[in-house]
């Protein structure tokens, strides 16, 4: 435990884009090895820098309720790992946030998720964390509609963000057929049926 300890400690220390940022770093991340589910965002937004708290924001609001689950479970690191593919607040671009910093995937991710000892669901979100886990990939709506393909232990799912509002509107089959699958699942995970559907 001291050496994953010693390696957040690590982490949350990193200065490797300080250059780039616009806000400085801060590193937003809940991780313990125990978790048995990891779900793979993005980069914190301004909000969530500003808190320190990763998800605090609208959404971590839809996020949870996809999962089906309350904000003590979600923030219990000992159940949920959050590891998004870039830990700090990259700054803004023309349309949003700019895309995470590669740097920090290429220097800690790898380390982070060799330290899990009974992973049994992994949660991507958007775009960057599919690519990332699943290597090239089709168009996010032909990669979330083919949720089974790695079911029961991972899933891709769209980002949570409210500037997704408009895909789920032209997409209701996500809201119909995959959440409620992906919170069955979940549920079954916390509980500690390992078997899956």
């Known amino acids: 435990m001291t050496d994953t300890a010693d390696l957040i400690a690590r982490v949350?220390?990193?200065?490797?884009?300080?250059a780039h940022l616009p806000l400085g770093p801060r590193p937003v991340l809940q991780f313990a090895p125990e978790a048995r589910i990891l779900i793979a965002g993005q980069a914190p937004g301004i909000r969530v820098h500003r808190s320190g708290i990763p998800f605090d924001d609208p959404s971590g609001v839809r996020?949870?309720?996809?999962?089906?689950?309350?904000?003590?479970?979600?923030?219990d690191a000992q159940q949920i790992a959050l590891l998004p593919m870039g830990f700090c607040y990259p700054g803004t671009g023309a349309s949003g946030d700019l895309p995470p910093r590669r740097e920090c995937a290429e220097q800690w991710r790898g380390e982070l998720l060799a330290r899990f000892n009974d992973l049994q669901?992994?949660?991507l979100l958007g775009n960057y964390a599919i690519a990332y886990h699943l290597g090239r990939h089709?168009?996010?709506?032909?990669t979330v509609r083919a949720w089974q393909q790695h079911w029961p232990q991972l899933i891709a799912l769209p980002h949570p963000s409210p500037r997704n509002n408009r895909w789920l509107a032209h997409n209701p089959w996500f809201a119909s057929e995959v959440i409620p699958a992906l919170q069955q699942r979940v549920a079954q995970v916390l509980k500690g049926n390992t078997t899956g559907t």
């Open 12 to 18: 949350r220390a990193c200065q490797l884009c300080a």
């Open 63 to 75: 996020l949870r309720e996809w999962l089906g689950i309350d904000s003590a479970t979600f923030y």
């Open 121 to 123: 669901l992994t949660i």
């Open 138 to 142: 089709r168009t996010l709506t032909d």
